[in-house]
């Protein structure tokens, strides 16, 4: 079994995994990635439609054009890179071992990062009754085959939930020459961003239903069916407005959750709403040493805020690995209130004299609402300008820290309408 | 009268605009935050355009490996279909690097299609 040294380890080679590594590496580091796939950029990859890099690169890039401006640096910066390389386990202790085709390989970190992304929720996890005939994929799966495989899922397809991957499969499959029926939503807002229910669904006459949800698959070889209904303000089908659609592809973009088995493993803390790791402001676990960053941590939908939290987090780990990284016994919890669903982080520091960053989503839309946070009964921060929160959104807000100095209570992240 | 939703494409705060359209004229635009959104509001009426993307067929002899494209620029969503078509009809046969052109002017609008990735054979 070979044995490697590295001062920070990256598990995982999407987004997240690239831009902690060019950080980590950018404060001599010695680092290296591990990427299950035989190529790096994560699910950039099969991201083939434009939408990335407005906030990092001011332009408009597509998923594989984002990866390699990335996968570039790592290059020019001599990181090393396994790929075929699949991470089984993480020790407390930062021993981590991967098995790729040469046998096992181990290796000794002195800081690891979680960059391991996340999974789509699947039929099972919604519970769809019906027959299990084939022709039910996740949108992240229809949109491999087509980008990346050239296959073909089936002829007309109708598609459950708006979430973004959703949206961009409703068109590719459109411009692919696949009927899209529509769109059925069972909230009743939209659950993608508003430039691809436009730029997705209203450029090619798409419909989307709100308040609807399919009640049944049918076709016991091959879906030639699905039953859809109307649902009442507790999601619960509304007796005689049930529909059926002919159909032989049913696509799910029902959510994803992150890649948490790792994280298991290694003994590291999950929170129960974001499904991810527990991280103070350092994105450092509870389990000292090891990181995490991206969707691993929490379900991003814009990937250039990936990018920057990675950074942090590849910072951070290469400093720990020195030996370097500042931290006092003073942490505060941050609790989500009303609202509010998560914030990660959920513990800072109010000493160290760093401004924090805290990022949340609301659970339902808010027409006109402004952030609050307060430190037990004080208010330390309240934003300015009244705006429109929605859960598709993830809100960052920058928390000096003059303004929590000395605070011993919790402090709170709330909206008020 | 009608109203149009839009989605501005200026900038990072992409507004949702609502613009109301009277005799072929964009006459009010809402949902804006700068007067970016206006001039997006009327050109969007008058010829929307779109980044096109999609994938090309590169056969290495072995197999056949996706090559993601773009227009390099947006083009009009008029010529959407026969974009596609161009790029269907296109099979590679030889590296590509990110940015390379591989149909000039495609549909003639006056805009290439290039390779969003280096593919190396
Ligand atoms: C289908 C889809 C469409 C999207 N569209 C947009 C968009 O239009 N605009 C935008 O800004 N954002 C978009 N996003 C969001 C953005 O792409 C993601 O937020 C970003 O890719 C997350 O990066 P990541 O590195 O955390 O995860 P990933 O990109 O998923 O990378 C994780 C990597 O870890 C590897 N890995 C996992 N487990 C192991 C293991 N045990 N051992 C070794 N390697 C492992 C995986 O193979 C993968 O390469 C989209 C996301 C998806 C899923």
Do not use: W
């Not at chain 1, 298991?264 to 350092?282: M, Q, S």
């Amino acid at each position: 079994m070979k044995t490697y040294k590295y001062d920070v380890v990256i598990v995982g080679g999407g987004p997240a995994g690239l831009a902690a590594a060019v950080s980590a590496k950018k404060q001599q580091a010695k680092v290296a990635i591990l990427e299950r796939n035989g190529e790096l950029g994560g699910i950039l990859e099969q991201c083939i439609h434009a939408g990335f890099g407005l906030h990092v690169f001011k332009e408009e890039l597509t998923g594989p054009e984002y990866a390699e401006r990335f996968i570039d640096q790592v290059e020019d910066l001599d990181i090393d890179v396994f790929l075929n390389t699949m991470v089984l386990d993480i020790t407390k202790d930062r021993h981590v071992s991967a098995i790729c085709g040469e046998g096992v390989l181990h290796f000794e970190a002195g800081a690891v990062v979680l960059a391991m992304g996340c999974r789509e929720r699947t039929r099972g996890a919604i519970r769809i009754p019906g027959d299990r005939g084939a022709g039910v994929f996740t949108a992240g799966i229809a949109q491999r085959y087509i980008n990346l495989e050239n296959m073909k899922p089936g002829t007309k397809a109708v598609i459950l939930g708006s979430g973004d991957i959703g949206l961009i499969m409703a068109r590719r499959l459109t411009l692919e020459g696949i009927e899209v029926e529509g769109v059925y939503e069972i909230m009743p807002y939209p659950n993608g961003l508003y430039r691809n229910i436009i730029n997705c669904l209203d450029d090619f006459g798409i419909p989307l239903h709100l308040s609807t949800t399919i009640t049944r698959i049918n076709g016991k070889d091959r879906v030639h069916s699905v039953e859809v209904a109307k649902v009442d303000e507790h999601r619960q089908p509304i007796p005689g407005t049930e529909r059926e659609i002919a159909c032989d592809t049913v696509l799910l973009s029902v959510g994803l959750i992150p890649e948490n088995e790792l994280s298991r493993k290694a003994g590291v803390a999950l929170d129960p709403v974001t499904k991810g790791p527990v991280v103070d402001e350092n994105l450092e676990t509870e389990v000292p040493g090891i990181f995490a960053c991206g969707n691993v941590l929490h379900v991003h939908d814009v990937v250039d805020y990936v990018t920057t939290e990675a950074e942090e987090a590849g910072e951070k780990a290469a400093l720990y690995a020195k030996n370097a990284l500042k931290k006092s016994d003073a942490s505060v919890a941050v609790h989500a209130e009303g609202p509010v669903r998560y914030t990660v982080p959920e513990f800072v520091d109010p000493e160290d004299g760093a401004d924090k960053k805290i990022k949340f989503r609301v659970g339902a839309p808010i027409e006109k609402g402004v952030t609050v946070i307060k430190a037990g009964e004080k208010e330390v921060y309240r934003e300015k300008k009244a705006h429109r929160f929605l859960p598709s959104n993830m809100e960052i807000h920058t928390l000096k820290c003059s303004a929590i100095a000395g605070v011993r209570g919790d402090l709170t992240v709330s909206v008020e309408e | 009268m009608k109203k149009i939703k839009m989605s501005c494409t200026t900038c990072p705060n992409s507004c949702e605009l609502l613009a109301t359209v009277e005799n072929d004229q964009v006459v009010a635009v809402e949902g804006n935050l700068c007067k970016r959104g206006v001039t997006f509001a009327e050109s969007e009426y008058r010829c929307p355009v779109r980044v096109l993307t999609s994938t090309m067929i590169l056969d290495t002899g072995a197999k056949a490996v996706m090559v993601p494209v773009r227009s390099a620029k947006p083009i009009p969503k008029a010529a959407m279909q026969d974009a596609m078509q161009a790029i269907s009809k296109t099979h590679l046969h030889h590296a590509v690097k990110m940015g390379e052109a591989l149909i000039k002017n495609v549909a003639d609008t006056g805009v290439d299609i290039v390779a969003s990735k280096t593919v190396l054979m």
